[in-house]
C-alpha cells in the first residue's frame, strides 16, 4: 500500500466552482500535511500545509485535516484557469527525514 | 527565485558525456535533496543530506554520483546515462525538521539524454 494516495485524475472543473482534491495517507504517525501545485513543466510550489485537524483557509483555499480518518483535502474556492495544474500531496511522517508525496491529481479548470 | 537555485535549466547530453548539476539554496536550510521527475510519474526521491552527510540513497544507480560539500551546495555528477535518464531533475531544501515548513524547491534541470 502506497504511504500517501491521490486520485491522479484528470479532475475537470468549471470556471467558478469548488474544486475538492482527496488525499489520504496510511502511516498514523504523519504528523503535518502539505500541498504543492506544480505547472507543466515547471517545479513544485508550496501552497498550504495543515497539522492540526479541521481546516485551515488562505484566500481561495482550504485545506483539512482528518487524523481519525486519515485524509487531508484541499478546496479551491472560485476556480480559475489558472488553477489548471497538478496537485500534490505530501506527508512529514515521524522520524523520517524527507516529505512523501502521492502521485498527484492533474485538475482542469474549464472557462 | 524561491531562495533554491539550480543550474543549468536545461541540458541535453549523449550518453559517453559527463556533466554535473548544480543546486545552491540561500534559505539557512540544513538538509537538502535531489528528485527525478519522469513524464506523467510520480516524484522519484534519489538522494537526501543533512548537514551535508549523505542519510538516504533511494537504490540510485552509480551512474548518478551526488557530491554536497557544504549545507548550501549540492551537486549531481552524471555519466554514461540512458535515454530512460531523461526527465526533470528538482533540488529541494529543507530545515531538518520538515514539519512546519516542508521543502522548497528550485526550478529543475530539464535532462535529455540522446
Known amino acids: 500500500q502506497k504511504e500517501v494516495e491521490q486520485n491522479s485524475g484528470p479532475l475537470s472543473v468549471p470556471e467558478g466552482a469548488i474544486a475538492s482534491l482527496n488525499c489520504t495517507y496510511s502511516?498514523?504517525?504523519?504528523?503535518?500535511f502539505f500541498w504543492y501545485r506544480q505547472y507543466s513543466g515547471k517545479s513544485p510550489e508550496l501552497i498550504m500545509f495543515?497539522?492540526?485537524?479541521g481546516d485551515k483557509e488562505d484566500g481561495r483555499f482550504t485545506a483539512q485535516l482528518n487524523k481519525a480518518s486519515q485524509y487531508v483535502s484541499l478546496l479551491i474556492r472560485d476556480s480559475q484557469p489558472s488553477d489548471s495544474a497538478t496537485y500534490l500531496c505530501?506527508?512529514?511522517?515521524?522520524?523520517?527525514?524527507?516529505?512523501?508525496f502521492g502521485q498527484g491529481t492533474r485538475l482542469t479548470i474549464n472557462p | 527565485e524561491t531562495g533554491v537555485t539550480q543550474t543549468p535549466r536545461h541540458l541535453v547530453m549523449g550518453m559517453t558525456n559527463k556533466k554535473s548539476l548544480k543546486c545552491e539554496q540561500h534559505?539557512?536550510?540544513?538538509?537538502m535533496y535531489w528528485y527525478k521527475q519522469s513524464a506523467k510519474k510520480p516524484l522519484e526521491l534519489m538522494f537526501v543530506?543533512?548537514?551535508?552527510?549523505?542519510?538516504e540513497n533511494n537504490s540510485v544507480p552509480s551512474r548518478f554520483s551526488p557530491e554536497c560539500p557544504n549545507s548550501s551546495h549540492l551537486f549531481l555528477h552524471l555519466h554514461t546515462l540512458q535515454p530512460e535518464d531523461s526527465a526533470l531533475y528538482l533540488c529541494?531544501?529543507?530545515?531538518?525538521?520538515?514539519?512546519?515548513?516542508?521543502?522548497?524547491f528550485g526550478s529543475g534541470t530539464r535532462l535529455t539524454v540522446v
Open positions: 502511516d498514523r504517525g504523519s504528523q503535518s
Open positions: 505530501a506527508a512529514a511522517i515521524q522520524g523520517a527525514q524527507k516529505l512523501v
Open positions: 529541494a531544501s529543507s530545515f531538518r525538521d520538515i514539519r512546519t515548513y516542508g521543502y522548497t
Open positions: 543530506y543533512n548537514f551535508k552527510e549523505q542519510t
Open positions: 534559505l539557512g536550510h540544513n538538509a
Open positions: 495543515i497539522y492540526s485537524n
